[in-house]
């Protein structure tokens, strides 16, 4: 039997958060009004409450949705077994996705909104695509934080700048390659200096 009244809820639940990402992208991220949204969908702003509890639990939806998209659309991205060429994919990938939506980025990766926090649920999906960049950089041997916290910082510093001061154009993203095969020759260098040390005090 179809659950007509859930159905609708979802729907509901769905229009209002699709409705947040329109103000958002149009008037920036810590604007949101629950009065304008609630305008937007049709309904008065008190309604609003009985399928969102807060204006943080909208966002909260709103961060789970862009983390879901980033796990899908992540996922499309297929290893080669090329690790330069693996990295430089998945890089350009991380910041193509960030890029087009800056809205969701900064909701994302940025904390944007004073004492927002996703809920653990929502959180877990961030943690999920960060468990698969940590497999993927195992699977070309690198395996310590250093290089995963070096690897996310190029990644979202790449972002901002084209953002910030090229939105709409490709002046940093057409660095990702080159910043790229910067890290990889630099984490390899890096761990062949730290196997070679080891090997020698072993001798």
Same mark, same amino acid.
């Given at each position: ?16 958060? $699709?409705? *947040? ?9 810590? *604007? ?16 609003? %409450?009985?399928? &969102? $509890?807060?204006?943080?639990?909208? %966002?909260?939806?709103?961060? *789970? ?9 992540? *996922? ?27 809205? +969701? %980025? ?12 996703? #809920? ?15 497999? +993927? ?11 995963? $916290? ?13 953002? #910030?001061? $090229? ?6 993203? #057409? ?7 910067? &890290? &990889? ?12 040390? +080891? ?5």
């Amino acid at each position: 039997m179809r659950d007509r009244r859930a159905e609708r809820r979802e729907a509901t639940l769905a229009e209002i958060v $699709d409705a *947040a990402w329109t103000l958002v992208r149009r008037e920036g991220l810590a *604007a949101l009004s629950m009065r304008d949204l609630a305008r937007l969908v049709g309904m008065q702003a008190p309604s609003l %409450y009985s399928y &969102f $509890d807060s204006k943080h639990a909208i %966002y909260d939806a709103m961060f *789970a949705q862009g983390a879901r998209a980033y796990l899908d659309e992540e *996922a499309l991205v297929v290893p080669t077994g090329d690790p330069l060429a693996d990295l430089q994919a998945g890089a350009r990938f991380f910041v193509e996705f960030c890029v087009k939506d800056p809205a +969701r %980025y900064q909701l994302m990766l940025q904390r944007t909104i004073p004492g927002f926090e996703p #809920s653990p649920a929502t959180f877990a999906l961030s943690i999920e695509g960060l468990n698969r960049l940590e497999a +993927r950089l195992t699977g070309m041997g690198i395996t310590d934080h250093r290089s995963l $916290d070096l690897l996310t910082a190029v990644g979202t510093g790449i972002t901002d700048q084209q953002i #910030s001061n $090229d939105p709409g154009g490709d002046r940093w993203i #057409s660095l990702v390659d080159e910043a790229m095969e910067m &890290f &990889f020759h630099h984490v390899t260098k890096t761990n062949k200096t730290k196997q070679h040390t +080891r090997t020698k005090r072993c001798a």
